[in-house]
């Protein structure tokens, strides 16, 4: 599974390492790995017009709109002459997911696989902590790390019917070492 349009999208928790491991299988498989969360803070960063709108709402720990993710995805897969994307941390509701799945028929590169990364709630709790403290995001305590898993899974149990009904959801154990996760991964890719 390399040749021709390949189209990827990563679901997990916060902290499962949808992060870590779609970098990886990004490398591996000459695709284009796609972060709504990285553009979004680059164009906050260079103080860009799209930077200063989702500036306040990022600050305020809102969902940037629809229409502006949906058109910063847009803008990223117009510039590939092929298809070859990983979505990491899109969609992440059914509607952007139907969006997605419009633009990508447009484009003639549907969704091949949706990898879920599972992790139990204690150990994503640990691993976030760890990170806060390594990275030192003095957001990530563990109160609000429990809110945001249980936004994720509000959020979230939607996409996993959605895209297993569609026939591509791999569910992945991301328990273990990442190299470990990562073999997994590519069993089921």
């Known amino acids: 599974m390399t040749a021709g349009p390949m189209v990827i999208v990563f679901l997990g928790p916060p902290g499962a390492g949808k992060g870590t491991q779609a970098a990886r299988l990004a490398a591996d498989l000459s695709l284009v790995k796609i972060s709504t969360g990285d553009i979004l803070r680059d164009h906050v960063a260079r103080g860009t017009e799209l930077g200063r709108k989702v500036a306040p709402i990022m600050e305020r720990g809102e969902l940037v709109p629809d229409e502006l993710i949906l058109a910063i995805i847009r803008e990223e897969l117009s510039r590939m002459k092929e298809v070859?994307?990983?979505?990491?941390?899109?969609?992440?509701?059914?509607?952007?997911?139907?969006?997605?799945?419009?633009?990508?028929?447009?484009?003639?590169?549907?969704?091949?696989?949706?990898?879920?990364?599972?992790?139990?709630?204690?150990?994503?709790?640990?691993?976030?902590?760890?990170?806060?403290?390594?990275?030192?995001?003095?957001?990530?305590?563990?109160?609000?790390i429990r809110r945001r898993l249980e936004v994720y899974r509000q959020q979230t149990q939607p996409l996993i019917d959605y895209y297993s009904a569609r026939g591509v959801l791999k569910r992945v154990d991301g328990v273990g070492d990442p190299g470990q996760v990562y073999c997994r991964i590519r069993e089921v890719i």
């Not at 590169?109 to 390594?134: C, D, G, Q, Y």
């Open 84 to 144: 070859r994307a990983i979505f990491d941390g899109f969609p992440r509701t059914t509607r952007q997911a139907e969006a997605l799945d419009e633009l990508l028929a447009e484009l003639r590169a549907p969704v091949n696989a949706t990898v879920l990364l599972e992790v139990p709630e204690e150990e994503l709790i640990r691993r976030m902590l760890k990170r806060a403290e390594l990275e030192g995001r003095a957001d990530d305590n563990e109160e609000t």
